[in-house]
């Protein structure tokens, strides 16, 4: 259903707070994975796993994030609707942090490109590195670079990446001074589709999905996942919404 729905109408009413006044709209919904260990997540469609390492002591980008499980969740559905349905697909995921959501789609055959700030990127290359063997046999390709949303320029990236089959992102809306950024990167991609997945934490959260109104039409395709959740036993959604975004430009 469209963004824009009753459930809207009570973001729309909360009202707006300064970065030093934030506070969350309910307890803060924490990283899905803390151990020291590394995070396994079963794949329901090839019966393989992914293994992804995770070092939750140097910030967010490097925890695992119930709106990642959500973005997997979705993606394996589609594949066991309609098998090898990312086949060949270019998905580009922002703020990729661990890489789950990229890997996910690589091991379903899709040539992924994760993206995240340079500090992240040897992360995302272990990861990478962990699960190279799944990702080979699903068909898939990955790879990884630098994009610092409202720095790096699109152009930059190797050739096709700046217009992708789809563009993914995961629990990216988390500071008011990332809005911007990340609407001037989104605006900038020229995707066939965008999905993002949000857990609501902060009532300013409201402001971004204002200003992404502008541009985007928002649909809430979260039912899709629950509708399917019985084949997808294995995974546990948590809160998170999911939400499918067209281009007013296009």
Known sequence: MPYESEDEAGWNALPDVSDDEEVPVADSIGPLHTGSGPYSYRLQQQNRTLTIASQPDKGLSFQIWRSAISLSAYAELQGLQQRGYWKGKRVLELGAGCGLVGLVFAAMGAQVLLTDLPNVLSLLEQNMLLNEAAIAAGGGSVQCCELTWGVTSVNSLAQGWATPDLVVA??????????????????????????????????????????????????????????????????????PRLFQLNSKQQ
Not at 177 to 184: C, I, K, N, V
């Open 170 to 239: 995961a629990d990216v809306v988390y500071h008011r001074d990332l809005f911007d950024p990340l609407l001037s990167t989104l605006s900038s991609l020229a995707a066939g589709r965008y999905l993002l997945a949000h857990v609501r934490r902060w009532k300013s959260d409201s402001a971004f999905f204002k200003q992404l109104r502008k541009q985007f039409e928002i649909v809430d395709i979260t039912a899709e996942i629950q509708s399917g959740a019985e084949l997808l036993s294995s995974h546990t959604h948590g809160a």
